[in-house]
């Protein structure tokens, strides 16, 4: 992991692909890249990633590969994007209260995550769907929607002249 702290970005999807993640065409990853719960399994540690063709990711970017994390085509991930697929808080005395949970986190193609947002587990954000600077993601979102805020919620539909292919 701490060679993606550094890695130029022509750099960063070959050594994920080699490490089990399924990586399309055309990537543009930037350093520092983050991966939190990567598999001890050798040669598989980067097995629960998998990003599409032409996708772009900004700096600081934070993958929490407890779980699934699906990222199709064309989608953009701007800079200190957090992706989280589980809850566990350890030994605290919560642990009663909110016990161990993991799931899949999905962005379908042509997708926009503005700045800094967090994704939480469960939640697929849906094709052409915008995500707002700073959101908190906590609930899936609908295809063509442009949500914001903590948490984030719809602000709007986009028309069909705003859409894309």
Do not use: W
Request: charged content about 20%; some cysteine.
């Amino acid at each position: 992991n701490a060679l993606l702290l550094l890695l130029p970005a022509k750099r960063i999807a070959p050594l994920l692909r080699r490490h089990g993640a399924s990586i399309g065409d055309n990537p543009e990853i930037h350093s520092p890249l983050v991966i939190h719960n990567a598999s001890a399994e050798p040669g598989r540690h980067y097995a629960h990633l998998q990003i599409g063709s032409e996708c772009y990711f900004g700096r600081d970017v934070f993958f929490d590969l407890k779980d699934r994390l699906v990222i199709e085509d064309q989608v953009t991930v701007s800079m200190r994007v957090t992706f989280i697929t589980h809850t566990d808080v350890g030994k605290s005395p919560l642990s009663g209260a909110l016990p161990p949970s993991h799931a899949p986190v999905t962005v379908r193609r042509g997708a926009y995550i503005g700045a800094g947002a967090t994704i939480l587990q469960g939640v697929e954000i849906g094709e052409q769907a915008i995500i707002g600077a700073g959101a908190l993601v906590e609930r899936s979102v609908e295809a063509f929607a442009v949500v914001a805020g903590v948490p984030a919620r719809p602000i709007r539909k986009r028309d069909s002249h705003e859409r894309e292919g």
